[in-house]
């Protein structure tokens, strides 16, 4: 079975910087797009960053804060942040698309961690 194992969270005051890690198993991830979102209480599920073959994608907020990259020999997704903002505090997870062509599609990925909690006090 697959499954996505998300370590790496924690409680960090603002300006501080998170590594983020998503171990695969059952698949190569290499022949799949990989993504992370995060959602905060009283917010929806929201898409931060996607890598594939074909390059990556972050939404507006993170970029330059955030770098997601992949490790193809340990099938490991990671999520470096730096510049931590409270607005960033949320429940993390890594997520292995399904189908489609949009990265953002909550519903085209068929796989999903269990999350890591991630909290920037101010």
């Known amino acids: 079975q697959v499954q996505l194992v998300e370590s790496g969270g924690g409680l960090v005051q603002a300006g501080d910087s998170l590594r983020l890690s998503c171990a695969v198993s059952?698949?190569?991830?290499?022949?799949?797009?990989m993504a992370w979102f995060r959602q905060a209480p009283g917010k929806e599920r929201e898409f931060v960053a996607a890598?594939?073959?074909?390059?990556?994608v972050y939404i507006k907020s993170v970029k330059g804060r955030f770098t997601i990259s992949r490790d193809n020999a340990k099938n490991t997704v990671y999520l470096q942040m730096n510049s931590l903002k409270p607005e960033d505090t949320a429940v993390y997870h890594c997520?292995?698309?399904?189908?489609?062509?949009?990265?953002?599609?909550?519903?085209?990925?068929?796989?999903w961690g269990q999350g890591t909690q991630v909290t920037v006090s101010s």
């Open positions: 997520a292995l698309k399904s189908s489609g062509t949009y990265y953002a599609a909550v519903n085209e990925y068929a796989y």
């Open positions: 059952g698949r190569t991830l290499s022949t799949y797009t």
């Open positions: 890598i594939d073959w074909t390059g990556i």
